[in-house]
């Protein structure tokens, strides 16, 4: 579904990502793990065109990415959740989940996929007037979340969903995640939490400053003694 070839990112002088490549199969769930700094993010907006590929091909379903901008990607079929949730604060939860369905005109799917978000996050639901900057910041997420799913994606980046939540919080979130990749939405995880990415991943990359250092399957990884050393305390 999504093919990323020998891409590299600059800012500048500095070569953030330095030629990486890696494949997303439909119906997966994919984590790019790695330390803060190593790329993911960047990774994640050179697929979305948030910043641009110096080099190397994205390809979506077959179709070069490097050449769409940014915002006709999402009536591809790729959405992404950003790092730092960023719904919009003053709209009400109901308002952002319009917005989220922006490029589509199908209105009775519309409010169908509005109460399926509503069934995936039914603290939503019971929010649907409030507005989004009230809310927690796991209700944040989930929102994010909901928006994205909104777009009718048929693949969907995270990013650090479960940044600065609870550990219930965030086990819910995982849980969430799972049950949206088994709804049919293929999923790539950028994720700090390597433990609980990999437990959910189909497979997985390693990110270091900029480059794969290793992959395999999540239990693999998780099982890889250099993996446990760096990112999962063991």
Do not use: C, W
């Amino acid at each position: 579904m999504l093919k990323v070839e020998g891409l590299k990112v600059r800012y500048g002088m500095i070569e953030a990502i330095k030629g990486i490549s890696f494949e997303v199969h439909d119906g997966e769930i994919v984590t790019l793990i790695g330390a803060n700094g190593a790329g993911k993010t960047t990774t994640m907006h050179a697929i979305s065109d948030l910043v641009p590929a110096a080099e190397g091909s994205i390809q979506l379903d077959g179709v070069e990415l490097t050449k769409v901008p940014g915002h006709k990607i999402v009536g591809m079929g790729l959405a992404q959740v950003p790092e730092g949730r960023r719904v919009f604060a003053q709209q009400t939860v109901e308002e952002n989940l319009i917005l989220g369905s922006y490029l589509r005109k199908d209105q009775g799917a519309i409010a169908q996929d509005m109460e399926e978000v509503f069934q995936i996050f039914p603290r939503l639901g019971e929010r649907r007037s409030q507005a989004a900057g009230t809310l927690s910041g796991g209700e944040q997420q989930m929102l994010a979340m909901g928006r994205a799913l909104m777009a009718k994606p048929s693949i969907l980046l995270l990013d650090e969903p479960s940044m600065g939540l609870s550990p219930l919080l965030v086990s819910e979130i995982f849980q969430i995640i799972e049950d949206i990749n088994q709804r049919g939405t293929t999923i790539l995880l950028v994720e700090q939490n390597a433990k609980r990415a990999l437990a959910i991943a189909s497979r997985a990359y390693v990110l270091e400053t900029g480059r794969i250092t290793l992959q395999g399957t999540g239990m693999e990884l998780a099982n890889d003694e250099r993996v446990k050393k760096a990112y999962l305390g063991g």
